[in-house]
């Protein structure tokens, strides 16, 4: 398996909504849910569900699973596919934390597009298969609603990720 390296060090921002079973100062496990990834229509939405455990005062492992459904797609037909991520998180302050993240994403999919070889045009469908692995790190906050069951994550990092792209049932005419 080749992959291709993306030279570019991205800066990124993101933001999730985190359902927890207790609050902060006395958590030492929680359960969270990212239900903003459905959102995502192009290339179907995933669900995410993770779990948070305390390791040390100031420290909290966290492990997430996301699926990908095919009814939530777009532009996709036959989806399949899996994420998870691991992560090593300091709070520094009641609100702020540094984290170590790594993600990985199996994803799949028929795609319909139009294709044009030499003035004509033609629609055609092919399979998709991505493979991603990435590691980041991240500078965030966290704000919680005010009975501290509910929490907004809002951070930006620096990340490196790895990526390979297949296509199946494409010429070499057609990729071109």
Request: charged letters at 20%; hydrophobic letters at 40%; proline letters at 2%.
């Amino acid at each position: 398996m080749k992959y291709r390296k993306l030279k570019l060090i991205s800066v990124f921002f993101f933001c999730w909504l985190g359902i927890t079973t207790a609050q902060m100062d006395r958590l030492r496990l929680g359960l969270t849910l990212q239900p903003l990834p459905l959102l995502e229509f192009y290339q179907g939405g995933n669900l995410r569900v993770g779990l948070q455990a305390r390791i040390a005062p100031r420290v909290f492992l966290h492990a997430e699973y996301g699926h990908y459904f095919n009814a939530l797609s777009y532009n996709t037909q036959n989806l399949k596919g899996y994420n998870w991520r691991a992560t090593l998180q300091y709070n520094y302050s009641a609100f702020y934390y540094f984290s170590l993240d790594y993600f990985y994403k199996d994803h799949a999919f028929d795609l319909r597009d139009e294709i044009v070889l030499s003035g004509n045009s033609m629609e055609k469908t092919y399979r998709l298969q991505k493979y991603s692995n990435a590691i980041s790190f991240k500078w965030g906050k966290m704000t919680w609603t005010r009975k501290k069951r509910y929490y907004t994550d809002l951070y930006m990092g620096l990340g490196l990720r790895l990526r390979h792209v297949r296509q199946t049932g494409l010429t070499a005419a057609e990729l071109q």
